[in-house]
């Protein structure tokens, strides 16, 4: 039972002392929104694939479907492109659905994390991400948390951010020189041994930026895809980075994006006793891992930041240029996602600048912006060191963020979905001990 | 314990006692350190170690506690209150005291 007590009393010497106990115990409990947020996602995965089944209602859509899964996958594979818009949205709504009931089934506890790496599943559907290449990721956590002796549940956001390395499964499957039956084998074993190592690295890699890069598991499975790509390289394979990307859709999804946004706006209000209670708590958060804002200030509360987040996301891509391909809905979704765990305005806008004073110094060619508004929103991995450095901080980190990520995706091949997630380790690595010094010289 | 002894030392509370406890089911760490008024934030720290135990997220994010140096503030109160059972802090008689509990088994 909690028990705060305050009193004042007096002391025997004269004085006057307070006296505060606080206890907490074990019948403390979260508030119980767990059936409302599983109905919450569950309502959005089914209108993803009814957006599939309705915009596609034809043979195309299984043969969409089919084309999805056996694609490589390697970055930037537009399932748009690949598939069809409407297969692309059905894939999304079956894995994101089936993560959903793994969580389910596993009685895993919703909380800012979880939204965030749902949502990411659900982003990364659209570009990389099917429930063929996922699946032996999940197998692979499953067999590694059998032979610690722990349940499953305590590995569930590694395995669902692991899906990030799917595509070594679907090249090894589809791109390489191996017929389908070996390369889907072979494909499935070293899906579930990447399963199986990506618990322990991803804990240990948090060391690495100390918390300060939100896509941990993208960093860490950036260096698994190097290796993996490494390896395949000795023996002879190149791996091609293909450049797939659907602009014929951009009206229509840019619509689903505005209304996915105004809706966890409107549905957050209300939640939120109409009020925007915790809003001022989340702005003033640095946003450093572990920050799960439905715990700390409510559902409501992050509810409206993602919707809030969602919309000035839109809003950057329309300001570029750009349009609503696969990859760049895959980039909304992850922020919107990650603005239940660490992101919001305060500390993403300084990344957004960066990254775009970087492309506009620089002699890179910004007549496509795709490449730019996908590291510009996937850099919001950044936002911890602007939300605890400072504004200019931040920018300094978009600015290295957007010289760095054009460059590390040969070493994965694009086997590594969160290539962003990759640079930003090694970006926050590098700034977080020189601004520790920084702030040690000035104090 | 580091999150305890930094909590500690940055409310200037230098001369205290540590003592660990372990159980059949679990452990027990207490610190205890004299000072003339209760720490400013002694509210807000408890309402951190106060977060109820989530086993889901700690085998994942243990790493980020016990580093050498502390960025994350409350962030890693909070995330040791995800790791515990149970919380008491108090201050009383001049006397300011954090005792924690963990049990081996979820």
């Given at each position: ?82 598939g ?62 059998r ?18 390395l ?47 890069s939100?896509?941990?598991v ?32 951009s ?50 509360a ?11 996301m ?30 919001h ?13 970087a ?32 504004i200019?901080s ?15 995706t ?13 640079s ?12 520790d010094?920084?702030?040690d010289?000035?104090? | ?10 409310n ?33 720290f408890?309402?951190?170690l ?8 700690e085998?994942?994010?243990?790493e ?43």
């Amino acid at each position: 039972m909690e028990k705060t007590i305050n009193s004042t009393a007096k002391h025997r010497k004269g004085e006057f002392m307070t006296r505060r106990i606080i206890h907490k115990t074990k019948d403390q409990s979260y508030p119980d929104f767990q059936a409302f947020l599983y109905r919450l996602i569950a309502a959005y995965c089914i209108i993803l694939m009814l957006i599939g089944i309705v915009s596609d209602p034809s043979i195309d859509l299984i043969k969409g479907m089919f084309r999805i899964f056996t694609s490589p996958s390697n970055l930037i594979t537009d399932y748009f492109e690949v598939g069809s818009f409407g297969s692309a949205f059905l894939n999304s709504g079956i894995l994101t659905m089936a993560s959903l009931l793994l969580l389910w089934i596993k009685k895993v506890r919703l909380n800012g994390p979880m939204i965030a790496a749902l949502f990411t599943v659900s982003g990364f559907s659209f570009f990389g991400k099917d429930i063929f290449n996922s699946v032996p990721i999940f197998l692979g956590v499953s067999i590694y948390a059998r032979l610690v002796r722990k349940p499953y549940s305590q590995f569930s956001l590694a395995a669902l951010f692991g899906s990030t390395l799917s595509p070594v499964i679907s090249y090894i499957a589809f791109g390489s020189n191996l017929p389908w039956p070996a390369g889907i084998i072979i494909g499935y074993l070293v899906g579930i041994f990447i399963g199986m190592i990506l618990p322990p690295l991803s804990s240990s890699f948090l060391q690495f930026h100390r918390g300060f890069s939100l896509y941990n598991v993208g960093f860490t499975s950036g260096i698994i895809a190097m290796m993996a790509a490494s390896i395949m390289r000795l023996f002879g394979e190149e791996i091609d980075t293909p450049r797939l990307i659907a602009r014929q859709y951009s009206t229509e999804a840019g619509i689903f994006l505005c209304s996915l946004s105004i809706a966890l706006l409107l549905v957050g209000f209300v939640v939120n006793n109409r009020s925007l209670k915790g809003m001022k708590s989340i702005i003033a958060s640095p946003g450093v891992l572990v920050t799960d804002f439905v715990t700390e200030d409510g559902l409501g509360a992050t509810l409206i930041n993602m919707g809030i987040m969602g919309l000035l996301m839109i809003a950057f891509v329309i300001l570029l240029g750009g349009t609503f391909s696969g990859p760049i809905v895959g980039a909304v979704l992850t922020v919107i996602g990650f603005s239940a765990f660490g992101c919001h305005i305060k500390n993403s806008l300084p990344i957004l600048a960066g990254v775009v004073f970087a492309a506009f110094v620089s002699p890179m060619d910004t007549s496509d912006p795709v490449t730019l508004i996908m590291s510009a929103l996937f850099g919001t991995s950044l936002a911890p060191i602007a939300g605890y450095y400072g504004i200019l901080s931040g920018i300094a980190a978009g600015f290295l963020h957007m010289t760095l990520v054009s460059n590390v995706t040969y070493l994965h091949g694009g086997l590594n979905l969160y290539n962003n997630g990759f640079s930003c380790g090694f970006v926050a690595a590098c700034m977080v001990p020189f601004l520790d010094m920084m702030i040690d010289i000035k104090e | 314990m580091n999150e305890l002894l930094v909590y500690f030392l940055s409310n200037d509370i230098v001369d205290f006692q540590a003592n660990v406890q372990f159980h059949n089911n679990g452990f027990r760490v207490e610190l205890q350190g004299n000072c003339s008024k209760a720490p400013a934030d002694m509210n807000e720290f408890a309402k951190m170690l106060r977060i109820p135990r989530n086993p889901n997220m700690e085998d994942y994010y243990d790493e980020l506690l016990g580093t050498s140096k502390s960025h994350a503030g409350s962030r890693e109160y909070h995330l040791l209150g995800m790791m515990i059972d149970d919380a008491q802090i108090s201050y009383e008689d001049f006397v300011f005291k954090v005792s924690i509990y963990r049990r081996f088994e979820v």
